[in-house]
């Protein structure tokens, strides 16, 4: 039986408000908002916020919008079911070079950085915490569970400068005696960080789905470094059926997948696919990416997100290194994506390529 749209994003909103996505005394997205981002009519989305209403999720407070008045206890997340949308396995489009129209506004980052010195003042120049920031870490757990489906304690997330210095901790991480599977080809950094840490470094050929098959089945690694979306420099995005095998693989090998999700903010499609990380609950996966595509190349900014069973081996190995962003740019970071910013210019663009990519089309 079809489910109609609204009963379906308030289904959706409702999962979001009990596993505590938007918590208590939260301001909902604008009706208007919401309906654009999610292709849906004025009329659905307002009929979802008054179901929500109607059965005390929410309070609609005149002139200013609906907020979050639900405070019940936790709820285990329901399993995700998979969703394979029509053309999903085939390569996307190919992203087109970074140029002004897609760069973080430069107005708005400038506006929260004079924010943070004005408010915060000295204490900006206080220590970071080694894990990083525990506010920013909090406010990527929201971004995560309402963007991508990753649902972590801020605890699981680790934060770095950049991509490169977090492939650095994998190796003393996960240990140097095991074998590290690389897509072929790739971004030539991973392998020489990986073999700078003393790890040995397998190649395996990409065919138009991922990695192909054959060879992955023949490979002994104990770890796999994947690039999902949109790999480079293939420009291959893995679908659901290859990404699933990533996942058999990991489990059958007792190994390890390290998901690379560098530049999946930027997808042409209206719905983000599934991340390797949350369809993983026997903790194999971990999840790595960065700022650098989707604020600015200078923001030396990535993170890492651990499944619970490697925080201790984390601690032990790694606990005694220090973060490495200065505390004025973790700050300003959380701001950003607290604030609503860091997602409005990423649906902005996304609908700036999807009618491009229409236009091309």
Partial sequence: ???????????????????????FG???????????DQGLSLVTVEHAYALLADEGYVEARQRSGYYVCYQGEHFFAA?????????????????PAASAAYCFPFSVLAR??????????????????DRGLGELRLALSEYL??????????????????????Y???VPLLGREKLYALEDPSYEKIRQVYEAGGARCQLLPMGTEGIKS?????????????????SFPSGVTAGASK??????????????????????????????????????PEGRVIYLNSFTRTIAPSLRIGYMVLPPNLLTLFDRNLGYYSCSVPLFEQIVLAELLKSGDFERHINRVRRQLRKEGGKNG
């Fill in 79 to 95: 399993p995700e079911q998979s969703l394979v949308e029509a053309g999903e396995g085939l390569p996307e489009p190919a992203m």
């Fill in 26 to 36: 939260l301001r909902l997205p604008p009706k208007r908002t919401l309906a654009q």
């Fill in 1 to 23: 039986m079809h489910t109609p749209a609204y009963l379906q994003l308030y289904n959706q909103l409702r999962e979001d408000i009990i596993q505590g996505v938007y918590p």
């Fill in 243 to 280: 990404r699933a095998e990533y996942l058999r693989w990991a489990r059958e090998r007792d190994a390890y997948l390290v998901e690379d999700d560098y530049d999946s903010e930027f997808t042409l499609s209206s719905k983000a696919q599934d991340t390797l990380f949350a369809r993983s």
């Fill in 112 to 129: 929260t950085m004079r924010r943070v010195l004005s408010l915060r003042g000295e204490s900006i120049l206080e220590r970071s915490p």
């Fill in 168 to 170: 650095g901790l994998i």
């Fill in 214 to 230: 054959k060879a992955l089945a023949s490979s002994r690694a104990g770890v796999l470094h994947v690039t999902p979306f949109h």
């Fill in 145 to 166: 569970a309402r963007s991508r489906g990753i649902r972590v304690k801020a605890e699981q997330i680790i934060i770095g400068s950049g991509a490169e210095f977090l």
